[in-house]
């Protein structure tokens, strides 16, 4: 290298350039939405998109490669938050950068390599760097001596700065199980001044940092005591940009780098501190440029404010960068400014960031306004709880979750102020608490679940017919775009895990074919179905899936025969099926089109199924669409259709097609060449799935709902072609079948409808005025026979088809007409369960007879209860059958309350 990088992105640059003279196959960074892992939150280390390949399930055509992964580590396993803004070397979002080795090299050049570029390209003085290499504590794992031998040969690497590390910091672990291996760290000393380090606890102090970690996978966990020697060993690498170019800039801090001090500087703009004002209150300045810098990348990825899992992240990171605002005397958005400097800053290494500039811009700021308004209320409801509390004392979860659910303060902020007045948040409590509320900040195991002994037996199984030429390095052929019936014989039978000759009728099984037309799940696309046939025999497919790499496996049942491995077979996928599937997938691209269109370029899609009988489309919205807009988006879609554009597909280097404009998905895996799919001017997206020839075949395209799935993220759900077809043709039938019932034609159906609704009305009307004239004409006859209990005048009755207004004013009219000791109950039988009333006159209530006393007397006996003021009371019930008895006991009751 003729000259030491100086800048930030000149230094990532010289790493990647360094590696790939050293032969390695440069890979873009994987997204911070870790793809086809639900189980990882957010990608935290280089390794997270080359899992699969360390577990054999995944093969690349490298095995050497370079890269700088965007990470966050504010979750689940990893997670550096409380660090950051207190230390100048952790970040909430960082680059990492990485190099690897699949089964080539192993710890002679990884070791090697990483001293050559820190010594020679870099030019980091020799004596300032320390190695750690891996000694077991408790004896079982062997000490890693073939590193220290490694380190030893480096040129002007000293054996007294080589220390001896246990299982924390230098046996790394993917899991539970899995790829595992010791690892070698790296470690910078900042002040050389203070002399030899003789004690290995120094290298923990801030004395130095920990730059590049070293791991060299070798083993394969299959238990707490089992360690297995993996048959291809891996290099694994981690170096925190930042903290090297801090080093290689000569500055204090990550802060203070070309990456970070113009946050830090504009920051101070706003705040109007002096050099010295800043420094003496740096806290605020790390988290805001932090923050900041974190919430662009993860809009870039798509990650937007919300109340679950990423998205609630993205909400916290926000917010508390906004809070932090507040200690340098910053009270309105501001946040997004910072982040779009940062967008400036890493644009040419992420061009996602420059496509989205406006909507991280605007997403901040969105969301700081939103905060903004409930903040200070907050905080001082806040206040008032920790008033309450003795330094030492933990404020109750459900408090903390309270506080998130009326004020969106997140636990984070809570936690943040109380932790400035020596209190703490029982945090476990507080996500109790939230299960309620379905809000999950956290993440389980940094790895998934690691595929285990079916992964073991199709990779044997590969490498066997591979070695009998039945398969070739590229394992099954996969080509679901061409002919959708091939022929070939069967390679092998699998039933219950194990290859067998032969197969007879109703087994469950797994064929393997040299090659198969039918579509695998991606891409929310689901799997074709369809037959595998033979002479006499036939097997129903119900799935296809990819077990381990080049392995791709149908499942089905035999229908009738015996069909044997070896058989000639014909693989024929369901015609009628597929073709529902491609209307439905043409028809989501154009919809998404259409709600780009519509609702505006943050409407981006969040997650999709294809499926033959439906569509369905998640996409990042704040709220509802209106009628207007739903009617909008689905007239755009036929409109699309019908002017017949012809699907354009090409397969292209990802770079260049994002560069197009063509849109990537959230969360999806893709290799270095790509398949677009291009319509018109107004739909361009990576795509591997199976789509219509022409936009036309998609036929009708009809919008069945829209509703939302979690907060920021809205749902469409939509049919075509036949089904399309079908939904019209039973609304046809329907407004016919109403239409004739109305004697009427289907197009005077609303105002038929109408105008009966009216007739109904004034039905309704009349009726109940009817009811009330008889129940008053009824009322006059009770009154003549009314019952004598110690000598109180007493009306039970049981009124039917009667309403509580009704009720009400008999009750009136009794109290009326019967001015002295009178009581009346009355029930009815409304939607099923019995309603009561009562009233007593005044000189009763005197007596200390009750309305309300008396209602609870007879409610209890109908399964309810009720109550009132003295003179009148109501109440409900739920056994309408014991009404009569109820009613019959009140005699008895006044009796008893009388003679007391
Ligand atoms: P530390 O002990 O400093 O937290 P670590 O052991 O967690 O580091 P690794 O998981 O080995 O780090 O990651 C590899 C490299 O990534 C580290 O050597 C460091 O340079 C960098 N790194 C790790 N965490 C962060 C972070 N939060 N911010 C910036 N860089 C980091
Ligand atoms: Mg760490």
Redesign the pocket.
């Known amino acids: 290298m003729a000259n030491k990088p100086k800048t930030g992105n000149e230094i990532r640059q010289s790493y990647i350039d360094f590696f790939i003279g050293k032969k390695h196959h440069f890979v873009r960074s994987s997204s911070l939405v870790p793809g086809g892992d639900a189980t990882l939150l957010f990608t935290?280390?280089?390794m997270v998109q080359f899992k699969d390949v360390f577990l054999g399930t995944d093969q690349r055509k490298y095995k050497r490669a370079t890269n700088s992964q965007k990470?966050m580590?504010v979750a689940g396993k990893?997670n550096?938050l409380e660090?950051?803004g207190q230390d100048d070397?952790?970040?909430?979002f960082?680059?990492?950068m990485g190099n690897w080795s699949f089964g080539d090299y192993y710890k002679k050049e990884a070791i090697s390599y990483a001293w050559e570029l820190l010594t020679e390209i870099w030019e980091l003085p020799k004596d300032r760097l320390y190695a750690t290499v891996f000694k077991d504590e408790l004896g079982q794992i062997p000490t890693d001596e073939e590193a220290v031998e490694y380190w030893a040969e480096q040129p002007g690497f000293s054996m007294d700065r080589l220390f001896y590390l246990g299982r924390k910091?230098n046996f790394?672990e993917m899991g539970d199980t899995g790829p595992c291996g010791p690892?070698s760290?790296?470690h910078y000393d900042l002040r050389p001044e203070e002399g030899p380090v003789t004690d290995k606890a120094v290298l923990d102090t801030d004395r130095f940092?920990?730059?590049?970690?070293l791991?060299f996978i070798q083993y394969n966990r299959k238990g707490p005591d089992k360690l297995d020697p993996l048959p291809r060993k891996h290099v694994d690498?981690?170096?925190?940009?930042?903290?090297?170019v801090a080093i290689l800039q000569n500055v204090s801090s990550?802060y203070r780098t070309d990456l970070l001090l113009p946050l830090v500087e504009a920051v101070q703009e706003l705040t109007g501190d002096s050099d010295q004002e800043r420094d003496q209150n740096f806290t605020p300045y790390r988290v805001i440029a932090d923050h900041a810098r974190a919430a662009a990348f993860l809009i870039a990825d798509g990650v937007v404010p919300g109340n679950m899992g990423r998205n609630y992240i993205c909400r916290m990171i926000i917010r508390r960068g906004y809070r932090f605002g507040g200690h340098v005397g910053l009270h309105s958005p501001f946040l997004g400014r910072i982040a779009e400097l940062a967008v400036d800053l890493y644009q040419d290494a992420y061009p996602e960031l420059k496509q989205n500039r406006k909507i991280i811009l605007n997403t901040i700021t969105r969301e700081e306004e939103q905060f903004q308004q409930t903040l200070e209320n907050a905080t001082l409801h806040l206040e008032d709880l920790l008033n309450e509390l003795k330094v030492g004392e933990t404020l109750p979860g459900e408090v903390a979750a309270n506080l998130y659910t009326t004020f969106g303060m997140p636990l984070e902020i809570t936690r943040d102020i109380a932790k400035e007045r020596g209190l703490a948040v029982d945090q476990e409590g507080f996500r109790k608490a939230m299960e309620l509320h379905r809000v999950n900040s956290g993440a389980g195991h940094a790895m998934g679940d690691i595929g285990g002994e079916e992964v073991e037996f199709y990779r044997e199984l590969l490498n066997n017919l591979q070695k009998d030429n039945k398969l070739d390095s590229g394992g099954v052929l996969y080509n679901p775009y061409e002919e959708l019936t091939v022929q070939g014989p069967i390679l092998a039978l699998i039933k219950n895990g194990k290859a067998v000759e032969t197969a007879k009728e109703k087994d469950q099984v797994q064929i393997i074919l040299a090659k198969t037309p039918f579509y695998m799940e991606s891409g929310g696309q689901v799997s074709d179905t369809g037959t595998i046939e033979g002479d006499n025999w036939s097997i129903v497919v119900q799935d296809i899936y990819q077990p381990a790499a080049g392995m791709i496996v149908h499942k089905g049942i035999v229908q009738h025969g015996n069909p044997k491995s070896g058989d000639q077979a014909t693989a024929k996928v369901d015609l009628k099926r597929r073709q529902d599937i491609i209307r439905n997938h043409t028809a989501t691209h154009l919809l998404h089109a259409a709600l780009d269109k519509i609702v505006g370029e943050h409407a981006r899609q969040a997650g999709s199924l294809v499926a033959p009988d439906h569509l369905r489309f998640d996409f990042t919205h704040n709220q509802a669409l209106t009628d207007e807009q739903i009617l909008a988006v689905e007239e755009e879609v036929n409109r699309r259709i019908l002017e017949d554009h012809p699907l354009d597909i090409k397969q292209k280097p990802l770079q260049e097609a994002i560069d197009e404009g063509a849109r990537a998905l959230f969360g999806e895996k893709y290799s270095d060449v790509v398949r677009t799919i291009k319509m018109g001017d107004f739909s361009y997206e990576l795509c591997g799935g199976t789509h219509c020839s022409r936009s036309s075949e998609v036929g009708l395209f009809l919008i069945t709902s829209e509703g939302s799935t979690a907060a920021g993220i809205r749902r469409i759900e939509a049919v075509t072609g036949s089904a399309a077809y079908q939904l019209v043709q039973n609304r046809f039938k329907e407004m016919k079948t109403a239409a004739k019932l109305l004697s009427t034609g289907p197009d005077q159906l609303a105002s038929q409808v109408s105008s009966l609704l009216d007739l109904q009305k004034k039905a309704e009307k009349s009726r109940d005025k009817l009811l009330r004239k008889l129940a008053v004409i009824e009322l006059k006859t009770a009154l003549e026979n009314l019952e004598q209990v110690d000598g109180i005048n007493l009306l039970t009755s049981i009124l039917e088809e009667s309403d509580l207004d009704t009720m009400r004013m008999i009750a009136d009219r009794f109290r009326q007409e019967v001015s002295k000791q009178g009581i009346v109950v009355l029930g009815t039988v409304i939607d099923g369960s019995p309603r009561l009333i009562a009233a007593v006159t005044e000189d009763l209530i005197k007596e200390g007879i009750k309305a309300g006393d008396l209602i609870k007397h007879v409610a209890q006996q109908v399964g309810g209860g009720g109550g009132g003021r003295p003179n009148l009371a109501e109440a409900g019930g739920k056994d309408s059958e014991k009404l009569p008895a109820a009613l019959d006991s009140v005699a008895g009751w006044i009796k008893e309350k009388k003679n007391s």
Request: proline content about 0%.
């Open positions: 935290n280390a280089g990470c580590r990893h550096d660090d950051v070397t952790h970040h909430t960082f680059e990492m910091e790394w690892c760290e790296i940092t920990e730059i590049w970690n791991v690498t981690g170096l925190g940009l930042d903290r090297v990550n």
